[in-house]
């Protein structure tokens, strides 16, 4: 009996093979299916380059360098200053003139607007009227025929969730919240208005390359600024040593060079993450037909195997 058993469990599994194998096959399907939505869902790591301004010795040294590395990044129009005309003497030129403006926008870079930080006295503690200037500084861009960016430019202290409906209204799509002290990531964010944590580039944020390599590893995103003076500082609590500038931008690169970072401007950034989503809602659609599709088969496997059973062991050995 044991000998005819064997014979009858071989013989099944021979005739189990192929409903085994598709099996098998749907199961692996499952898997890469699952392993597709983790990778496009999640998106790659992008860093997104902003400029604090843009006076002329940025346009000066930090357009120019960028340029070297393949990079572009967003600037803001600080407190709607505008590029002023390109027939100002020389000497007196403390701001991008018009056809520097037009060059970078051709180069791929973008404008956004910021408001200086005001120094808030005894009597109006308390009182922000960040966007009371704002709006004046937007006026400035319209008096300019200058388009309201997409993005603002905001400090940890101006900022606050309350004025997202008021930005919104004033058709912003991206606000940038400006940490000095620590690099942070951006963490997920599937609203229609982008929050993006942004740190400043300068000597205090020693852990800017560290915390790249941990937002490479882990497929998040960063975004950092660099501040409206760039030289070498004594006290580094606002500015940036060209050594440390140097320094960032060429492990970027590599980085970038290695698949690991996509270099973004806001707006892509925004367009990206707006794709992402579609993306997302797509191949959700399209596993879970998968998944009813696999179901099914899965439903029709397990019958076709019982019948084997049936067929193959006679009903003294089950």
Known sequence: MTAERQQHVNELAKELQPVNGERKKWQDDDKAWKATLEKKTKGESCMLLGVDSMGRN????????????????????????????????EASREYIDTEQFREMLDAGWEYGISVSEREITGEDAGEDDWLTRLDEALGHLQEGRIGVPGVVFASASQYSADADAELIGRGFREVSILN????????????????????????NNMDIEQTMDKAAANRQSMAVTINEVLRVSKDGDEDVSLTKFTSFFNKLKGMEEQGLFQIMTYSEYYDYRKQLEQNKIKLLADYKA????????????DQQEQEI??????????
Request: charged content about 25%; glycine content about 6%; overall charge negative.
């Open 180 to 203: 000095k002290e620590k690099a942070s990531v951006i963490t997920g964010d599937e609203e229609d208005f982008i929050h993006i944590n942004s740190c400043f580039l300068n000597q």
């Open 309 to 318: 059973v049936k067929r193959t062991i006679p009903e003294g050995f089950h």
């Open 58 to 89: 940025l346009y000066d040294t930090v357009f120019t360098m960028m340029a070297q590395y393949g990079f572009k990044a967003t600037f803001t129009l600080k407190d709607g200053q505008l590029p002023i005309s390109p027939d100002v003497e």
């Open 290 to 301: 998968f998944k009813q599709e696999m179901q099914q088969k899965m439903a029709e496997l």
